[in-house]
Structure formats: C-alpha cells, structure tokens
Nanobody
C-alpha cells in the first residue's frame, strides 16, 4: 500500500499563496487517484480536490474552484496542491489521500498522509 507524506504548510496572509506537496512511496503511485482534503478545528474533514491517475482529469470543491490547482508528477511520485488567493476560511489541516476510483467521499480513500497545517491570517 502506498505511504503518503505532506509538506509545504505554514502561515500566510489573506490573498497569499501556498504550495502543498505530497510524496508517495511503497507502491505504484500511478495506480491511484489522488485527493486532497482539509479539516478545520471542530469541523468534519472535507473534500478539496482530486486528480485522475494520468493527471488529465481534475475535480474541485466549489469553495476552492478557480483558486486551487491540483497536479501530479507520476515520474516523481508526487501530487501538488497550489493554493492561491487564500482566505481565512481556508485555515485547516490539509491531507492528501489515495483511492482507486475518483471520489469526493473521504470514506472511499484507502490511505492518508499525516496532514500539514495551513493558517491564513486576515
């Protein structure tokens, strides 16, 4: 099974940008659909974006559409979430996850990273 490690979180002012990376190991990365989720304190973990095995197809939550961009490099076993025009409401722990079929449901994902914190100040 694939193992996932996120990096790139931090503190940023509203309107700024951050780039999250997720490094995969231990299995065939290109076999997995990859997703990003986030969880704010006291809230449920919510879907952010997912990307197909080849990277040709992406899906975003309405709340991030037009501001976030998900991409992957199968040669480097990485998936990236580029976050632009950040808002205080984007503050959360961000998790990458792997699944076998495209899904917005966290219950469909079989492997999760440990998460990376993103804090957006106003």
């Amino acid at each position: 099974q694939v193992q996932l490690v996120e990096s790139g979180g931090g503190l940023v002012q509203a309107g700024g940008s951050l780039r999250l990376s997720c490094a995969a190991s231990g299995s065939i990365f290109s076999a997995y659909v990859m997703g990003w989720f986030r969880q704010a304190p006291g809230k449920e973990r919510e879907f952010v974006a997912h990307i197909s095995r080849s990277g040709s197809s992406t899906t975003y939550a309405d709340s991030v559409k037009g501001r976030f961009l998900i991409s992957r490099d199968n040669a480097k076993n990485t998936v990236v979430l580029q976050m632009n025009s950040l808002k205080p409401g984007d503050t959360a722990a961000y998790y990458c996850a792997a699944t076998f079929s495209p899904s917005n449901l966290k219950s469909d994902y079989v492997t999760w990273g440990q998460g990376t914190q993103v804090t957006v100040s106003s």
